[in-house]
């Protein structure tokens, strides 16, 4: 089956830690998305990626970092920097950059304790 | 930042009525999108409309989108209790091409 794949689906961090959320697809997709969604914000996007090997900021990137060394696989860290990270944590891919559909992971619920 | 608006924020109807969800934007569009989230699931993609479309449909849905008045809707005909979910609207800005949510519209549907 096609899809994209999101791991863990529920995270638990102590404060000062890093994690890393992972996020695969086998839909030969080229372009990879990671969005925030918190109660009553909708999604805001954190980074994306329209290639292997390069990526760009989006509209709240502080205290994330990602990497995309395969063209199936866009990793996000939480790093310890980010102040508030206890969110829902969604990852997309789509065919292409421009214009096309966005197909969704089933997302990660990272809770800080 | 935030793109689209919808509206209503919560909508609660009866099986077999009609659901209308509204979503408004700021700047100009290459394509407007519209996707169902089931609750703590991933979204799903329903539709896609282009700028240079009025009107598209598929199997119970109906978009419209006026890029005079910025604004899209999304008409779900005789609904069903399966059709509970949050509705978003998502564009893709001429120019700048990731996706830019709104915060959703809940809709419940009772038996």
């Known amino acids: 089956d096609g899809g994209i794949t999101q791991s863990p689906k529920y995270l638990f961090r102590k404060e000062g830690q890093n994690v890393t959320l992972s996020c695969e697809q086998n839909l030969n997709h080229d372009a990879m998305y990671w969005y925030r969604q918190d109660p009553g914000q909708g999604l805001r996007l954190i980074y994306y990626s329209q290639i292997v090997n390069d990526f760009q900021k989006g509209d709240i990137a502080e205290g994330y970092s990602v990497s995309r060394e395969k063209k199936e696989s866009f990793p996000l860290t939480v790093t310890s920097a980010q102040k508030n990270p206890t969110a829902f944590y969604l990852c997309a891919s789509s065919k292409e950059w421009e214009s096309t559909e966005a197909f969704f992971g089933q997302g990660t619920r990272l809770t800080v304790v | 930042s935030q793109q689209g608006e919808e509206d209503p924020q919560a909508l609660s109807i009866q099986e077999g009525e009609n659901a209308t969800m509204n979503c408004s934007y700021k700047t100009s569009i290459n394509n407007l999108q519209w996707y169902r989230q089931n609750s703590g699931r991933g979204l799903v993609h329903l539709i896609l409309?282009?700028?240079?479309?009025r009107e598209k449909h598929s199997g119970r849905l109906r978009v419209t989108l006026d890029t005079s008045k910025k604004s899209s809707s999304l008409l779900i005909t005789a609904s069903r209790a399966a059709d509970t979910a949050s509705y978003f609207c998502a564009t893709v800005n001429s120019g700048y091409s990731t996706l830019t949510f709104g915060k959703g519209t809940m809709l419940l549907v009772s038996p």
């Open positions: 409309i282009r700028s240079n479309e």
